[in-house]
């Protein structure tokens, strides 16, 4: 992935975690999959519910479950090489301006208050 394609990417992730009217619900949880199997994220896209786990890969996990909210359609394979492809190409600068956005989004939401119910039949994705 180009350099110019993957910022293009990066600031769409950015602006997913800067809407403000509540559209995103990004939580920090540990998580297992359907066959309780630890996985580091998942994303509920018609839900608006991305949860990530926080003992795992945080920013790259965090760009990965955005690809999947941001782009539905893609294959699992796509946002895996697409994740990988950005963050192969993120400055120190980017991964700071990541961090901010997260600490951000959890300062503007109150933290951890919202309560979340997700319907585990949606598909779960890693
Ligand atoms: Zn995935």
């Given at each position: 992935?180009?350099?110019?394609?993957?910022?293009?990417?990066?600031?769409r992730?950015?602006k997913?975690l800067?809407?403000?009217?509540?559209?995103?619900?990004?939580?920090l949880?540990?998580?297992?999959?359907?066959?309780?199997?630890?996985?580091?994220?998942?994303?509920w896209?018609?839900?608006?519910?991305?949860?990530?786990?926080?003992?795992?890969?945080l920013?790259?996990?965090?760009?990965h479950?955005?690809?999947?909210?941001?782009?539905?359609?893609?294959?699992?394979t796509?946002?895996?090489?697409?994740?990988?492809?950005?963050?192969?190409?993120?400055?120190?600068?980017?991964?700071a301006?990541?961090?901010?956005?997260l600490?951000d989004?959890f300062?503007r939401?109150?933290?951890?208050?919202?309560?979340?119910?997700?319907?585990?039949?949606?598909?779960?994705?890693?």
């Amino acid at each position: 992935m180009e350099k110019k394609q993957a910022d293009y990417f990066l600031r769409r992730v950015y602006k997913l975690l800067e809407s403000d009217d509540g559209d995103l619900i990004f939580r920090l949880k540990k998580i297992r999959d359907e066959k309780g199997a630890r996985v580091c994220g998942k994303c509920w896209t018609l839900l608006g519910v991305i949860h990530v786990d926080p003992r795992k890969e945080l920013l790259p996990t965090t760009v990965h479950e955005a690809l999947h909210m941001l782009y539905p359609e893609w294959s699992e394979t796509k946002i895996k090489n697409a994740e990988r492809g950005i963050s192969h190409n993120m400055s120190e600068r980017q991964y700071a301006n990541l961090l901010v956005k997260l600490a951000d989004y959890f300062v503007r939401m109150g933290f951890a208050d919202r309560k979340v119910t997700t319907n585990d039949d949606d598909k779960a994705r890693r």
